[in-house]
């Protein structure tokens, strides 16, 4: 859905560089959810953020990987010190409310370490 | 846990014509729904469709529906009248109703590549 916004769409980094990927959820939208997929994977959950809280992060790597959603401003991923398995497609979604329904998703940042 | 099981790779379908992609899950949970998402080669994730556990009726959004089979724990999707602009990758996905941590996560399967022939 064109309404999350994700940028940069492409980004490329040397090992030991880092990441931010930046997510602005739909407006109204105060649940954000970021997600990871390998190559010829499915998507797998990494984080859920509300505005200044981490709800869940049991799907983030333990170390290099950070996100937050303050107040003002997108929900930022950071990764640290990438490696070339941080290679991936990172989806962000939102939704009005941890919803029973679609939470909408961005067009995702491409993420190629060299 | 959840898991969605996908088994077709690849499926080629004529235009025009209905195609079903097959989707399987795994759960202990009662309760939860059912979702397919479809992302074409430009990369976004399109949602297509949802169907809760407890819905009565198989959902349809246009062109898309799901057949859903409890006992079986199927939730396959078919597309009526295959247009080139099918052709993508289609992802079943679920995720539990309860409060408490996880409850918010969907599960995805591998997906599916479909072809659609002219």
């Keep these: 859905n064109a309404g999350v916004m994700q940028n940069p769409r492409h980004l490329v980094r040397r090992r030991g560089q880092e990441a931010r990927l930046r997510c602005s959820p739909m407006k109204g939208h105060s649940h954000v959810y970021w997600y990871r997929q390998l190559p010829e994977e499915g998507l797998k959950f990494m984080v859920y953020l509300q505005k200044e809280n981490i709800i869940d992060e049991s799907g983030m790597p333990k170390e290099r990987f950070s996100a937050e959603f303050p107040k003002e401003g997108p929900s930022i991923l950071r990764i640290q010190q990438v490696v070339r398995g941080d290679s991936a497609a990172y989806f962000c979604a939102s939704s009005p409310q941890a919803s029973n329904t679609e939470a909408f998703f961005g067009q995702g940042t491409r993420l190629t370490v060299v | ?118």
């Excluded at chain 2, 202990?28 to 074409?40: H, I, M, N, R, T």
């Excluded at chain 2, 409890?70 to 289609?90: C, E, P």
């Excluded at chain 2, 679920?94 to 591998?110: D, E, H, I, N, V």
């Design chain 2, 1 to 118: 846990a959840q898991k969605i099981t996908q088994t077709q790779p690849g499926m080629f379908v004529q235009e025009k014509e209905a195609v079903t992609l097959d989707c399987t899950y795994d759960t202990s949970d009662p309760s939860y729904g059912l979702f397919w998402y479809k992302q074409p080669s430009s990369g976004e994730m399109i949602f297509l469709i949802y169907q809760g556990s407890y819905d009565q009726q198989n959902a349809t959004e246009g062109r898309y529906s799901l057949n859903f089979q409890k006992a079986r724990k199927s939730a396959n999707l078919v597309i009526s009248a295959s247009q080139l602009g099918d052709s993508a990758m289609y992802f079943c996905a679920m995720r539990p109703f309860y409060s408490g941590a996880g409850s918010y996560q969907l599960t995805f399967g591998k997906g599916t590549k479909l072809s659609v022939i002219p």
